[in-house]
């Protein structure tokens, strides 16, 4: 008989727990003078980096690394729903990151934050150290090829054909976006009137392979 190819597609996808998250804060405040605004965003930073180099040099470092921009400037003259225009409002900002190893440590520093006038998170990226991703995108693409193979032998035995056997493979690369959620089980008043006591529940990083293959047989079943 002539060869048959048969086309597929194969995926695989594979959950696994967070190793280090980032947290994405942004610092901000405006009125209508331009000095105590800038002093006042400056003065929580100052506050911030203290509290991420503090975490950095310690003796077992719950912050892998961190980040901090320069206060920006700027003004804007606002309308009101009349449409007249309103004196000049003076704004500044600031962005920050900084990446946690300690779960527990990176939810009493984001309770901590709550005290900190203009600070909020925007989100937490989980994600795995360089070295897992690389062990479990290895798996995934392994177990993305099987798939493809199964699916193609499931075809080729519907029709009585026999065993199938690979021709091309084509690899479109490792889906799935990296996950941006915060999860939050639980954000009270913490102990004397301090900051609030959070806890987060991180979701899991998912890592999803595919590939296109084609298989052929050249015999009869």
Known sequence: MNPVEITVCGSHT??????????????????????PVFDAVASA??????????????ENPPVLKFAVDQVRRGS?????????????????????????????DLAAWVGWTAGVPGLGIGYIDWALTDANRLQVGRTTRQEAVRDARRRAQDYADALDLGTVTV????????GGPPQRKVMMASAVSGPMGGPPEISLRPEEVEINAQVEATF???GSG
Not at 94 to 101: D, G, P, Q, R, V
Not at 167 to 174: A, E, F, Q, Y
């Open 14 to 35: 594979v959950s696994v727990p967070p190793q280090q998250a980032t947290v994405y804060a942004n610092l901000g405040a405006e009125g209508p003078a331009s000095q």
């Open 216 to 218: 052929v047989i050249t």
């Open 167 to 174: 021709r091309t493979i084509s690899d479109p690369g490792l």
């Open 76 to 104: 804007h003259r606002p309308f009101n729903r009349d449409g007249e225009q309103l004196p000049v409002v003076h704004t500044a900002a600031a962005s920050i990151n900084a990446t946690f190893t300690d779960f527990d």
């Open 45 to 58: 930073m100052a506050d911030v980096t203290h509290s991420l180099e503090s975490r950095l040099h310690a």
